[in-house]
């Protein structure tokens, strides 16, 4: 009991560990690789971020001009970023949203 008092103490006078979720959110690190955003006006429909990407949870339809994407398979990897020839593609230092659906995102050229 002895050897425990100490860190009662401290446990009693300091702050809890945790966070109170979602009233309180821990801001991203700048590093963080979170949400995949498209600058559709930039993008060529080259398709070369739907053939690199390692989760396939991207589709890109040249005849139709359109970038599809699956943000609840992405794993936020960042490959299709590097890739990308027209640096279109970024990733914003958060995550998406939750969601209760599984729901692709569609960009067309005319968006
Ligand atoms: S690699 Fe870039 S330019 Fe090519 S389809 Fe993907 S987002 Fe568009
Ligand atoms: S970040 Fe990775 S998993 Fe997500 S779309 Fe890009 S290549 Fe695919």
Redesign the pocket.
């Known amino acids: 009991m002895f050897k425990m008092t100490p860190q009662i103490l401290r446990n009693l006078i300091s702050g809890p560990a945790t966070r109170a979720y979602p009233r309180q959110i821990r801001p991203p690190f700048p590093a963080t690789r979170g949400r995949l955003v498209?600058d559709i006006a930039q993008?060529?429909?080259?398709?070369?971020?739907?053939v690199k990407c390692p989760s396939v949870c991207?589709e890109?339809d040249r005849h139709l001009s359109r970038?599809s994407f699956a943000p609840h398979i992405c794993v936020c990897c960042g490959v299709?970023v590097e890739?990308?020839?027209?640096h279109?593609?970024r990733q914003e230092p958060a995550t998406g949203p939750p969601a209760a659906q599984k729901e692709m995102v569609a960009l067309d050229a005319k968006s």
């Open positions: 498209n993008c060529n429909f080259c398709g070369a971020c739907a991207i890109v970038w299709c890739i990308c020839p027209r279109c593609l």
